[in-house]
């Protein structure tokens, strides 16, 4: 519904502004004397360039979609051979002392518990289709152990925000676009999801824990976190040690290892059992045409709004403005022009990408703002989508405290 809000605003917004520039260049002598704005031939076209990129933005929306094809069919038929090879149910049982410390008021052995984990292993994994229906089965676990079926429990919300939080072990869907949209390496902005995500993680989890009363101070809590904790900073401060040169040198050969160190693994180990690795890829990959075929008419729809949104300068003076603000406290204000990205993340997934896209092809695929815009996608969930598909699915009305616990974890 927020989405649907969005788009008729970039359209009537777009309209004003173009009208007003229009407005403006009739008037334009008067203007220029009595305020000192200048109105020139731009703005006299600015309806022409409004429809220009409606062509535009369409086509650019399809050759992504089209071109999304062969990377997502490599990767979703990666994914499925970690999936049927046992490696999400691995982490499922490495993560699980973890997991019951977070939801004490779940009996111990309780099935929602396996549920639960599959759901963030594969979120972790970028399985976007497992994690929903894994996700949808153990929020309506939850509400069997609910004693007010119309208000959130403190499990269901726990539950939301680390889904919404979205650590991301590999985020395949950013890459898959980077590699569409031409980067020179895809895989850049790995690292720095992978430090975001935890971060945003963290924070939900201590959030939601305070407000909880959860005590987090128990070894099955504090060693995990510990190490992970151990083992980012140690990337972050052996990457910022280097010089810029070697800085990206070093990020894309360990971006590399770990990737690529993942594939096999989930290939090992389904080799290992037996299974018919190349066929349970061919398996996987059929979904990735379907993925890329489904997704042009949502990135095409978006594309048009903001291609008319900028077209009419609107998104101009938004920009103008963000940067003044922020110009108060900071130099060097390039960030402001991913920003969008951040922005509207929280409400669609879509949006978000075609935000992205833009930026990008704006600004260069790999330029500082196409990166972050990149980096803003992957580093949280798609959170009142989240709340709304999940809650909605068990009756919840009283959301209680969960969007703002899923905000404060996206802000991180």
Request: glycine share 8%.
């Amino acid at each position: 519904m927020a989405l649907n809000y969005i788009w008729i605003a970039f359209f009537l917004i777009a309209f004003v502004v173009a009208l007003l520039r229009l407005l403006g260049y009739f008037f334009r002598d008067f203007l220029l004397e009595y305020t000192g704005l200048i109105f020139d031939q731009s703005d006299l076209n600015v309806f022409a360039d409004i429809m220009q990129s409606t062509f535009d933005m369409s086509e650019v929306g399809f050759k992504i979609s089209i071109g999304l094809t062969g990377v997502m069919t490599l990767w979703l038929g990666i994914m499925k051979i970690g999936e049927t090879g046992g490696m999400v149910n691995l982490i499922a049982r490495a993560t699980s002392p973890f997991f019951t410390a977070l939801f004490p008021s779940i009996p111990k052995g309780h099935p929602v518990f396996g549920s639960m984990i599959m759901n963030f292993s594969a979120n972790m994994l970028g399985l976007d289709n497992a994690a929903t229906p894994l996700g949808l089965k153990a929020m309506g676990q939850l509400q069997e152990l609910n004693t007010n079926k119309e208000e959130a429990s403190d499990a269901q919300i726990m539950f939301l925000v680390l889904n919404t939080s979205g650590l991301t072990l590999i985020p395949i869907s950013i890459m898959a676009d980077r590699a569409v949209l031409g980067a020179a390496n895809p895989a850049d902005v790995f690292i720095p999801i992978l430090l975001a995500t935890f971060c945003s993680t963290l924070v939900g989890i201590l959030v939601t824990s305070i407000i909880q009363k959860i005590n987090l101070i128990k070894l099955r809590v504090i060693i995990p976190i510990a190490m992970l904790l151990i083992v980012v900073s140690g990337l972050v401060t052996f990457i910022v040690s280097l010089n810029d040169d070697n800085k990206k040198v070093y990020s894309s050969m360990i971006s590399g290892i770990i990737l690529f160190s993942v594939i096999c693994s989930f290939v090992g180990l389904a080799w290992r059992k037996k299974i018919n690795v190349y066929d349970t890829f061919i398996e996987g990959a059929k979904e990735g045409f379907n993925v890329a075929i489904k997704i042009i008419p949502f990135l095409i729809g978006i594309l048009v709004a903001i291609g008319v949104f900028r077209a009419s300068g609107a998104l101009d003076l938004v920009m103008g403005a963000l940067r003044w603000i922020f110009n108060l406290f900071v130099e060097d204000v390039r960030f402001v022009d991913a920003l969008p990205v951040a922005l509207i993340k929280p409400l669609s997934g879509g949006g978000a990408r075609g935000v992205m896209t833009d930026i990008v092809t704006a600004y260069g695929v790999d330029d500082f703002r196409g990166q972050l815009a990149s980096i803003f996608r992957g580093s949280t969930e798609t959170t009142f989508y989240v709340l709304a598909v999940y809650f909605g699915s068990v009756g919840i009305k009283n959301t209680r405290y969960a969007v703002g616990a899923g905000l404060v974890a996206d802000l991180a």
